[in-house]
């Protein structure tokens, strides 16, 4: 039982450049998020989705976008990096009540 | 708008004293509150979580946190520090009357020494 798998686990990122980071759960859970995570600043909300075939703006949504590819899989894209979006990212999986979170892909942009 | 509030971004505790992390939230309706645990380099583990009922909830590795409705607090509590409790901890709050978005608070680093 894996849980939640994200990758890649680490990336480096020229500015510009465009990447999509992978997320898969199988858990059955409907919900996924996509969230990052800043020093000092918590985990901050990028993308969520409800289930297959939704997906709603968090709280910093700007510069990315997601596609819910199935029930499994939930995907961040960055279109144009920037070195503000060098951060750990972290996907997660809701069953009823708690959340299930990957390892994380640490992301820097130069 | 759903947020969660962690006023402390440190405490320290003395291993064998009691440890309290604090959490305030704002959110309408009934909400579903968590408390969740970093340990460095690693992603979150859940800990607890307040649903209804019993306003102290107990979780895992002795932890447990009260729910104060009036106060619309959610502090994390541990009646005997341990040095291997020293990681970051976060507050949760999702209301599923408003889409049911699980928004976190900023952490608090917890460091409790020998």
């Known amino acids: 039982n894996a849980g939640v798998t994200q990758t890649p686990k680490f990336q480096v990122l020229k500015t510009g450049q465009s990447m999509t980071l992978q997320c898969a759960q199988d858990m059955n859970h409907n919900s996924m998020y996509w969230y990052r995570q800043d020093p000092g600043m918590g985990l901050r909300l990028i993308y969520y989705?409800?289930?297959?075939?939704?997906?709603d703006k968090g709280e910093v949504p700007n510069g990315y976008n997601v596609s819910r590819l199935n029930k499994r899989e939930f995907s961040l894209r960055l279109e144009s990096a920037a070195p503000s979006q060098t951060s750990v990212y972290f996907c997660a999986s809701n069953g009823e009540f708690e959340a299930f979170f990957g390892q994380g892909t640490r992301l820097t942009v130069v | 708008a759903q947020s969660v509030a962690q006023p402390e971004d440190q405490v320290n505790v003395a291993e064998g004293n009691p440890l309290t992390v604090k959490c305030t939230y704002s959110v309408s309706g009934n909400p579903y509150l968590f408390w969740y645990v970093q340990y460095p380099n690693r992603g979150l583990q859940f800990l607890l979580k307040y649903i209804t009922g019993d306003n102290l909830v107990k979780g895992s590795y002795g932890f447990e946190a009260e729910f104060n409705k009036s106060q619309t607090s959610f502090h994390l509590k541990k009646p005997s520090a341990l040095v291997s409790d020293s990681a970051l901890y976060f507050c949760a709050v999702r209301n599923d009357n408003q889409g049911g978005k699980l928004i976190f608070g900023q952490g608090t680093e917890l460091s409790v020494k020998p």
């Open positions: 989705s409800a289930s297959e075939g939704t997906t």
